[in-house]
């Protein structure tokens, strides 16, 4: 008796906690959301060594995805690093082409406000939408479409995001990194 109590005693000392393995899915999760080995951010075989400038910063981005979470974001889908990183380092930047077209095609529409058709161009090319995804035809001031209302939501995400960083490294973030093209920015596969 005593022995098979002193060899449950050494399985579960030897085996590691629920918090050891939350933090390695939880880094598991970072390294495929960013493309990445686990060196990227840490010291081999110094696991908890911060002296890597990427070790920081993603603390930073982590904290800054747990206030999005808990804010702005509160009321809508959770995000995680995926949504805006997509197994890439840096996440994907809006194709220049991409708005550039759609701001051509409305120059007439915006010629009293060209900062105004640079915004609109932005959002459409960034969701893949045309305007009256978020306004009425013919009534473009009107605020009745859920997706208008939506977007009143997502501004606040410019807002939090600069807390979270000092200047030097500051995402310049944009609509188009969570979304890329899509209404509903895309979930991390499991």
């Not at 058709?117 to 009534?139: F, I, K, R």
Request: proline share 7%.
């Amino acid at each position: 008796m005593r022995y098979l109590l002193t060899v449950a005693i050494l399985l579960v000392l030897a085996a590691p906690s629920a918090a050891q393995g939350d933090a390695q899915a939880r880094m598991r999760a970072w390294a495929t959301a960013l493309g990445v080995p686990c060196t990227h951010c840490h010291v081999e075989d110094a696991w908890t060594d911060p002296s890597k400038p990427t070790f920081e910063f993603a603390q930073r981005m982590s904290r800054m995805v747990a206030a999005l979470n808990g804010g702005p974001l509160k009321d809508v889908d959770a995000i995680a690093c995926w949504t805006c990183h997509r197994g890439q380092a840096r996440p994907a930047r809006l194709p220049r082409l991409l708005w550039e077209g759609i701001q051509s095609a409305h120059t007439a529409d915006f010629a009293s406000n060209p900062d105004r058709a640079l915004a609109m161009s932005v959002y459409s090319a960034s969701l893949g939408v045309d305007c009256t995804h978020c306004h009425e035809a013919g009534n473009w001031t009107a605020a009745t479409r859920p997706a208008h209302a939506m977007v009143g939501k997502m501004l606040p995400i410019f807002d939090e995001i600069p807390k979270h960083f000092d200047k030097s490294r500051m995402p310049q973030t944009q609509c188009y990194m969570c979304h890329q093209g899509k209404t509903i920015p895309a979930r991390q596969p499991k």
